[in-house]
C-alpha cells in the first residue's frame, strides 16, 4: 500500500507487481498510511486535515475523522484494538474511536507541527516528534506526556519504537537517525549516512535492524 502527493492512495498486488485499488477519496496529499492488524482495513493521513479509514473488502472509505485544523501528517492503529492515533501540523497527537468515528483524547503539549508519532508494541505509550526536534512520550492510560528529549535543532520527520519499547529510533532534517534510549534518558547512537533529510523509519521487530528513507532518494538499513 502506498500514498502520495497526487491524493491517492493504492494498494498493489506484490505477486503480480500490479495496481489493484487505487482510492481517490482525498482532496490534498497523503502523506501517510497504516493498516490495521487484522488487514481488513487501513488508514489515511492528508494534508486535507483528514483521516480516513477505508475498508479493503469493499474499496470503499468507511469513515473520516474530522477534528485536526490543520494538516494529518501521520496514523497509526494501537496494537491490536479499536483505537487509532493521528499526528498533526495542528501541534496535536489524537486519539479516536473506531467504532464511534469520534475523537476520544488530545494530548497537547508540542510547540511546532507534529511529523510522526508511533505506539509501541504494547500499546500503551506513543511518542511523537515535531518540528523544532522535539520527542515526546505519551502515557496513553494516565493520558499525559510521560517524558520529552531534544534532538534539534533540527526538525525530527520520523520516529518508531524497537520491539523493547524502550530505544527509540528518530529521523532528523539534518541527514541523520538518533537512537535514543528512553530508560536511560540518553543517546545511544548517531547513524549518519543519508545525504539530506531521512523522511521515515522502521525497526525491524524481530531481526533488530533498521529501515530509513530519505530524501536523498536512498533507503539504508542498518544493523
Excluded at 501528517?73 to 464511534?100: E, H, M
Excluded at 511529523?115 to 505509550?125: Q, S
Excluded at 533540527?154 to 523493547?164: H, T, V
Aim: with cysteine; glycine share 6%.
Amino acid at each position: 500500500m502506498t500514498c502520495s502527493g497526487d491524493a491517492q492512495v493504492k494498494v498493489w498486488d506484490i505477486a503480480n507487481y500490479s495496481c489493484v485499488l487505487t482510492l481517490k477519496d482525498h482532496s490534498q496529499a497523503v502523506w501517510d498510511v497504516d493498516f490495521h492488524d487484522t488487514g481488513d482495513f487501513f488508514a489515511s493521513a492528508s494534508m486535507d486535515h483528514l483521516a480516513k479509514i477505508f475498508d479493503i473488502n469493499v474499496g470503499k472509505c468507511r469513515t473520516s475523522l474530522r477534528g485536526h485544523v490543520d494538516s494529518v501528517n501521520a496514523v497509526q492503529f494501537q496494537p491490536y484494538s479499536n483505537i487509532v492515533s493521528t499526528a498533526s501540523a495542528d501541534k496535536t497527537v489524537s486519539l479516536w474511536d473506531l467504532r464511534t468515528s469520534l475523537c476520544v483524547q488530545t494530548f497537547f503539549g508540542h510547540n511546532n507541527a507534529v511529523n510522526d508519532m508511533a505506539f509501541n508494541l504494547v500499546g500503551d505509550k506513543i511518542a511523537s516528534c515535531d518540528s523544532d526536534g522535539i520527542v515526546k512520550i505519551w502515557d496513553v492510560r494516565m493520558v499525559k506526556e510521560k517524558s520529552q528529549f531534544d534532538s534539534g535543532p533540527y526538525a525530527a520527520n520520523a520516529i518508531d519504537f524497537d520491539g523493547s519499547g524502550k530505544i527509540l529510533g528518530i529521523g532528523l532534517d539534518k541527514g541523520e537517525v538518533k537512537i535514543y534510549n528512553e530508560a536511560m534518558d540518553k543517546v545511544e547512537a548517531t547513524l549518519k549516512g543519508h545525504e539530506d533529510s531521512v523522511l521515515d523509519i522502521v525497526f525491524d521487530k524481530k531481526s533488530k535492524s533498521i529501515f530509513t528513507s530519505g530524501a536523498d532518494c536512498t533507503f539504508r538499513i542498518w544493523q
